[in-house]
């Protein structure tokens, strides 16, 4: 495997269900990122981990909660969603976040539909 | 606050055309860096190019070129001799310290039809 995976590609789950969401990272990088892709709307910045701690959360819903047990790996948890929360789910990663300005790397995506 | 304005919603050219995707910024910072990114149909978002604030030099690569104006806040995309392949959703993107502590600040995008 190269660059950035992600798993399940597509994933529909009712309201009441509890998913996860994984990315893997065969960059050798230490940041990595959950982007939220809606029909229409910019790209939404949700979580951010630098080094396995998590560094940004943009007033995410607790419904989503995410998980960085490493450097390589990174989960999104969900579970009591809404219909609105249906979109491309992006996992992204660079060398790191305190120097800025590092290009992102990013995985293919998970389509989630919320039922 | 910092803002990327892609104002060209979707764009359709004939293939083998020249076309330019606009992209126009604001920041506080006086250093911060400009991306360009393309998303194909099956999704996934791929790195073209970053530019920082001190480097105005227009880059090109094949058959892509980049054009930074500092005094004009824009970072401009052309495609030379489009071809059906470009055809995918490309973002503008901006990470600076004020606002956003270099968290990516992203255009709407702009959909690029290349017809044969």
């Known amino acids: 495997e190269t660059g950035v995976t992600q798993t399940p590609r597509h994933l529909v789950m009712g309201m009441t269900n509890k998913k996860s969401l994984k990315c893997e990272q065969h960059l050798g990088h230490n940041a990595m990122y959950w982007y939220k892709q809606s029909a229409k709307k910019p790209l939404e910045l949700m979580f951010v981990y630098n080094f396995k701690e998590q560094t940004e959360n943009n007033s995410v819903p607790s419904r989503f909660s995410p998980e960085c047990p490493n450097s390589s790996h990174l989960f999104l948890h969900l579970h009591t969603l809404q219909p609105e929360d249906s979109a491309l789910y992006l996992c992204?990663?660079?060398?790191?976040?305190?120097?800025?300005?590092?290009?992102?790397?990013f995985g293919p995506g998970t389509r989630l539909t919320v039922t | 606050a910092q803002k990327v304005t892609q104002a060209q919603t979707e764009i359709s050219v004939v293939e083998k055309e020249d076309v330019t995707l606009d992209c126009v910024y604001e920041t506080r910072d006086t250093t911060y860096y400009l991306f360009w990114y393309k998303q194909p149909p099956s999704g996934e978002l791929v790195f073209l190019i970053r530019?920082?604030?001190?480097d105005e030099q227009n880059e090109i690569s094949g058959r892509y070129s980049w054009n930074f104006q500092k005094s004009t806040s824009s970072f401009n995309f052309t495609i030379t001799a489009s071809q059906v392949v470009d055809s995918a959703v490309y973002f503008c993107?901006?990470?600076?310290?004020?606002?956003?502590?270099?968290?990516?600040?992203w255009g709407a995008g702009t959909k690029l039809i290349i017809k044969p």
């Open positions: 992204a990663s660079s060398q790191e976040i305190l120097a800025g300005g590092l290009e992102q790397y």
């Open positions: 530019r920082n604030s001190f």
């Open positions: 993107a901006l990470s600076g310290l004020m606002d956003s502590n270099y968290q990516l600040i």
